[in-house]
């Protein structure tokens, strides 16, 4: 089954933070995390495995709830550059294909 | 070092023709994805390659759809009589291992249109 992201969509300030969540049904092993500009592809942020972890890059980090079976996305400061569509990708095993949700529209304002 | 190279990068043609999508995966990659993305169903896998072997075709959605991977270094998705609804845009991915606690390396895309 398909994760489910909340927000569909979220409009920012440059410099305000966001939250975005990725929601599954199902047991999970791994969640990724992917941004999409535009007319571009997917682009890799970060991938979280099973055990609860969190991670991050710059303003950028992202927590793992195995319980749950949900992950979250956090943008902190947020710059114009963060502008695009947040894909979630999940997978219930180490061998098992990704399924994407069916991602969140992030737009930065000056 | 060369990312994930499709071509084309468009492709406009009318119902009933023969429409076939390349890709050439980043060297030394043993998986290779086919996604299909549209504004509806989002981004689904169509298919993915192990080693050059289909591994999974379960996202195909007709027999209309078929992909091999000859060799390492290539791939190709065909459609077969295309039709409207296939209008959409087809990534390419690959991976060093499997895509699950891996990242996946995504092309620039087609953009199909079937008229």
């Known amino acids: 089954q398909q994760p489910v992201q909340s927000p569909q969509a979220v409009i920012l300030r440059e410099g305000e933070d966001a939250v975005i969540n990725c929601s599954s049904s199902k047991a999970l092993y791994s969640v990724h995390w992917y941004r999409q500009k535009h007319g571009e592809a997917p682009v890799f942020l970060m991938i979280l495995l099973k055990g609860g972890e969190q991670k991050g890059h710059d303003k950028i980090s992202a927590s793992f709830n195995e319980k749950k079976q949900q992950s979250s996305l956090y943008l902190t400061a947020s710059q114009l550059s963060y502008s695009g569509t947040y894909f979630c990708g999940t997978a219930s095993g180490s061998n098992y294909k990704l399924t994407f949700g069916k991602g969140t529209l992030l737009t930065v304002n000056p | 070092d060369a990312g994930v190279i499709q071509s084309p990068r468009h492709e406009v043609t009318e119902m009933g023709q023969e429409v076939t999508l390349r890709c050439k995966p980043i060297?030394?990659?043993?998986?290779l994805f086919w996604y299909r993305q549209t504004m509806m169903r989002g981004l689904e896998l169509l298919i993915y390659?192990?080693?050059?072997?289909?591994?999974?075709d379960s996202g195909m959605p007709e027999d209309r759809f078929s992909a091999k991977m000859p060799n390492a270094s290539f791939s190709t998705l065909k459609i077969q009589p295309s039709e409207p609804r296939d209008s959409a845009v087809y990534f390419c991915?690959?991976?060093?291992?499997?895509?699950?606690?891996?990242?996946?390396?995504f092309g620039d895309g087609t953009r199909l249109s079937i008229l």
């Open positions: 060297s030394g990659h043993d998986y």
């Open positions: 991915a690959s991976s060093t291992r499997t895509g699950s606690n891996q990242p996946q390396h």
């Open positions: 390659f192990n080693n050059n072997v289909p591994i999974d």
